[in-house]
T-cell receptor
Framework: EAGVAQSPRYKIIEKRQSVAFWCNPI?????LYWYQQILGQGPKLLIQ????????DSQLPKDRFSAERLKGVDSTLKIQPAKLEDSAVYLC?????????????FGPGTRLTVT | AQRVTQPEKLLSVFKGAPVELKCNYS??????LFWYVQYSRQRLQLLLR??SRESIKGFTADLNKGETSFHLKKPFAQEEDSAMYYC??????????FGDGTTLTVKP
């Protein structure tokens, strides 16, 4: 089966600009996650969707970050305006269900550099 | 709030030596614990989960609720085990928290 797809793979923007990332999960996976991974740190959960509803967005900086999951399939994560500290790899993952012991399948990530 | 701590950023062993990657957690509920691995130029992927009590690629991990630990062990390390390892915790509500990872290098 095809894995989790993400685009773009790399993005360089200046601070105060906007950027959007796209994720296509594995077909049939109800749960979708967005993580932020800063260099030298582990992935930090930003938002978790179950189908097209938000399960957890407690660590999403809502003043500048937004995310949506269209029709419970693809998802976009947007940053507006970007800050230098947003430089990180943004990982998308999906799993069959969010509350049972199903593994998360990760995409290749989008490396964002804010200058 | 839950927390996962991996005290070693870097770990280096020789091929054939035993290896143990430490993971400690804090969570008031009953957690699910996982080990994820990222090989060079590959995606993050699941290695093993405590609920399955399985051995994958020779690695095992036992959940010790008394010590709140979930250390990853392998009796004889191989060069292909060199990778970044992340310990992760999932809460009863399904929220995932990752540690900051340990880079394992297995020298020939």
């Amino acid at each position: 089966e095809a894995g989790v797809a993400q685009s773009p793979r790399y993005k360089i923007i200046e601070k105060r600009q906007s950027v959007a990332f796209w994720c296509n999960p594995i077909s049939g996976h109800a749960t979708l996650y967005w993580y932020q991974q800063i260099l030298g740190q582990g992935p930090k959960l930003l938002i978790q969707f179950q189908n097209n509803g938000v399960v957890d967005d407690s660590q999403l900086p809502k003043d500048r970050f937004s995310a949506e999951r269209l029709k419970g399939v693809d998802s976009t994560l947007k940053i507006q305006p970007a800050k230098l500290e947003d430089s990180a790899v943004y990982l998308c993952a999906s799993s069959l269900l969010g509350t049972l012991s199903y593994e998360q399948y990760f995409g290749p990530g989008t490396r964002l550099t804010v200058t | 709030a839950q927390r996962v701590t991996q005290p070693e950023k870097l770990l280096s062993v020789f091929k054939g030596a035993p290896v143990e990657l430490k993971c400690n957690y804090s969570y008031s509920g009953s957690p699910e614990l996982f080990w994820y691995v990222q090989y060079s130029r590959q995606r993050l992927q699941l290695l093993l989960r405590h609920i399955s009590r399985e051995s994958i690629k020779g690695f095992t991990a036992d959940l010790n609720k008394g010590e709140t630990s979930f250390h990853l062990k392998k009796p004889f390390a191989q060069e292909e085990d060199s990778a970044m390892y992340y310990c992760a915790l999932r809460t009863n509500a399904g929220k995932s928290t990752f540690g900051d990872g340990t880079t394992l290098t297995v020298k020939p």
